[in-house]
């Protein structure tokens, strides 16, 4: 875009309007179109499960922020200190939708795109305002809405955008982005603002700390803004310098102010010693050098994702390079582009500030400071965009030259953005369906890493349920790549247990926690097992053991109330089932075994209440299995209510669910029995044999109604 000045061509319905009015219409226009297409290739997402890190990163968030509020009043900057709780915007967005929904994907598929919405926003913004700065006399006042618009829709578009949206928790890579945006947006705004420009240095302010606050790569921002202020404002707004430095100033203030007040630098730089660390100059897997190096082959991984985006992995688990000879083509390469891009920075070129902004924003997680994941796609979210707007401006600035018409170059470029933008639209709809699901998502993985340890074992997890038998190879093979991993062994314990070897599937849980004394998960699930053997001293041990370690999970909670009811124990058993339920309304489970206690001890109308509020959150697609226990349940305790016309629709309700419900089928039959209905009585018993032949209890009503 930076050629000798030419020709310009005939307004089209992306040129700017003759009038302010016009061209505010044709902003929103476009701005309303890059909400819907964007939202329409995210559609998918909305099905999208919690995986790998959501749920941990949930439940931290919960134990930081709404555990034992004691440590937080005796140190409440503690609570911030890194790394414990680095990015509390990150937490608490996490909160909100915990607060609102529980562990319900949907609602943190939603906020994710509606972060991913307003960073798309705010790059048109940026993009357009900057084309119009007095550094570029005029050029495209007449392209400057079609080409933000064309930059902004390939990005949103972008299959190599979806890990930072479709993945839940890396929510913190998105919203650090939108607020990074935000901080370079605000700069053109103080500059450009007139006399009112003063107004806009505390959002400065604002911005830098929110995005320093989701994600620490926002760190680099301060030195982003000082390279835009060289290419785009110095030298042409002589009048802002004292506000523009107060803008520099506010920005270094909410990223080092920040950083520096939870002990960031110093936990980064000088680590304690004794305790293990996965990301900085502590991490003992690999040293500064051999990361250098590994990243040489990551950064030309994630290039060739950018312009061919296929065999995008959620977990790469890429190994680390000892041997500068294995990546000295890329590193080579990598060379090249730094120094040009820094050769077009001194030259104030438009494309110089891409490709350096480009490289900074990488240069936290892609450079000498160790990382245990070497590589992660969301890591390239923001860097995306500069690059999109620098291969789009480039092909623009080629046009020029081949046509000798600016706008004309504009107006080709735009067209030929709509079909890439389409093909990409659709990549990330595909993409986006690999989300569905655990087992969708690691059978990708697998398929793609076979030696990944964490991907074969998340397989085997994913499996352990539904298909036992191939999880339990499955793990097998995880155990043999890591045989030291405590997880690894924890999935064996599922699946065997699925195939019913109660006994392997303790010593599997046993060298589970031998090898991790902290993972609640093996525990909770040693303390199940035991419930199923009949050893209720040995299952409380261990329930308590977890509830200890993880005191905010509804399942430890509901196999202690489990082995309460067992015990006789229902007062106690209904505390801990109304503990599981505050934790994940949308858990069902603990209110239909609180409903069996409450009918247990006569408390009719509570167990009725109880199984109605249940039914009120019930999801009819979702939760079939359970749409069926509570109606059954509902049933029964209006049956000893005596209110039988009832009591026969909720039968009736459950039976839509599943027709071969034969406990539902035995209880028609019963409040058949009980209305004289007796040939109607007769064959609701029949059906109930039919099912199960053996039923003595149905063979008996069969002869007391003449069947």
């Known amino acids: 875009m930076d050629t000798p000045a030419s020709q310009g061509g005939e307004e089209t319905g992306l040129s700017s309007p003759t009038t302010p009015k016009g061209d505010r219409r044709l902003r929103r226009g476009l701005a309303l179109l890059l909400v819907l297409t964007t939202s329409l290739a995210y ?11 959501d749920e941990p990163n949930i439940e931290r968030a919960l134990a930081v922020y709404t555990g034992d509020p004691s440590p937080v009043l005796a140190d409440p900057l503690g609570q911030l200190r890194f790394p414990y709780n680095r990015r509390p915007l990150t937490d608490l967005t996490l909160l909100a939708n915990h607060a609102l929904g529980g562990l319900d994907p949907w609602g943190y598929h939603l906020f994710n795109l509606l ?53 839940v928790v890396q929510r913190g890579e998105s919203l650090m982005a939108l607020f990074y945006l935000l901080t370079l947006y605000v700069l053109v705004r103080a500059t450009t603002a007139g006399p009112s420009g003063w107004r806009w240095i505390p959002l400065a302010f604002v911005t830098a700390l929110l995005g320093t606050t989701s994600k620490e790569v926002m760190i680099t921002a301060p030195l982003a ?148 994941d070497a590589a992660f796609e969301h890591r390239m979210y923001l860097p995306l965009a500069l690059l ?24 080709t470029t735009f067209g030929l953005s709509l079909p890439i933008a389409l093909a990409l639209g659709l990549a990330t709809n595909a993409r986006n369906a690999v989300y569905r699901s655990e087992d969708t998502m690691w059978t990708d993985v697998a398929a793609k890493r076979p030696n990944h340890p964490r991907a074969v074992n998340n397989l085997a997890g994913a499996q352990a349920r539904s298909r036992p038998d191939d999880a339990v190879a499955l793990a097998s093979r995880a155990i043999e790549l890591e045989p030291e991993d405590a997880s690894a062994h924890y999935n064996m314990g599922l699946a065997l247990e699925g ?63 489990f082995v309460q009811q067992e015990l006789g124990n229902l007062r106690q058993a209904i505390s801990l089932y109304d503990k599981a339920t505050s934790l994940n309304a949308q858990y069902l489970d603990p209110d239909i075994m609180k409903a069996l206690c409450l009918q247990a001890l006569g408390e009719l109308d509570e167990s009725e209440a109880t199984l109605r509020g249940a039914l009120k959150r019930a999801d009819p697609v ?84 003449g069947g």
């Open 225 to 372: 803004l000082v390279a835009f202020d060289f290419v785009f404002l110095g030298g042409w707004f002589p009048g802002t310098r004292a506000r523009r430095m107060a803008i520099h100033g506010a920005t270094w203030l909410g990223v080092f102010g920040y950083l520096a007040l939870v002990g960031v630098f110093g936990d980064m730089f000088a680590p304690d010693p004794t305790q293990v660390r996965n990301v900085g100059f502590g991490f003992r897997g690999v040293s500064s050098f051999d990361y250098l190096l590994t990243q040489c082959q990551v950064l030309v991984h994630y290039l060739r994702l950018a312009f061919w985006p296929t065999g995008q992995v959620l977990d790469y688990g890429w190994e680390f390079v000892h041997d500068a000879r294995q990546v000295a083509l890329q590193g080579s390469l990598l060379v090249v582009l730094i120094l040009v891009s820094l050769v077009l920075l001194a030259r104030r070129r438009w494309a110089g500030f891409c490709a350096f902004a480009f490289f900074l924003v990488l240069a936290p997680t892609s450079s000498v400071i160790p990382i245990e």
């Open 622 to 705: 979702t939760d079939g299995e359970a749409l069926l226990r509570i109606h059954t349940n509902l049933g029964t305790v209006l049956f000893m209510a005596g209110r039988l016309d009832e009591a026969e629709a909720e039968y009736r309700s459950a039976l839509e669910h599943d027709p071969k419900a034969s406990k539902a089928w035995q209880n028609l039959g019963l409040v058949l029995e009980n209305r004289g209905q007796k040939k109607q009585a007769a064959r609701a018993f029949r059906r109930v044999l039919a099912l199960e032949p053996a039923n003595d209890d149905a063979r008996a009503g069969l002869g007391r109604v």
């Open 388 to 411: 999109v707007v620098l291969v789009l401006g480039a092909l623009a600035g080629l046009l020029d030259r081949v046509v000798g018409n600016r706008d004309e170059a504009l107006r």
């Open 499 to 561: 195939q019913g070897k109660l006994d392997e599937a303790q010593a599997a849980y046993e060298r589970a926690i031998a090898l991790d004394a902290t993972d609640w998960r093996a525990r909770a699930n040693l303390g199940r097992l035991f419930i199923q053997k009949g050893d209720s001293a040995r299952a409380v041990q261990q329930l308590q053991s977890a509830m200890r370690i993880n005191p905010n999970e509804p399942f430890v909670y509901f196999n202690l109330a």
């Open 43 to 53: 559609l998918g997402s909305f099905s999208g499960a919690l995986l790998l890190d």
């Open 115 to 167: 972060v991913h919405l307003s960073a798309v926003l705010v790059l048109f913004g940026l993009v357009r305002r900057t084309m119009l700065l007095p550094r570029f006399e005029g050029r495209f006042r007449r392209g400057a809405n079609g080409f933000a618009f064309a930059a902004s829709l390939i990005w949103s578009l972008h299959p190599l955008c979806t890990q930072a949206v479709t993945y």
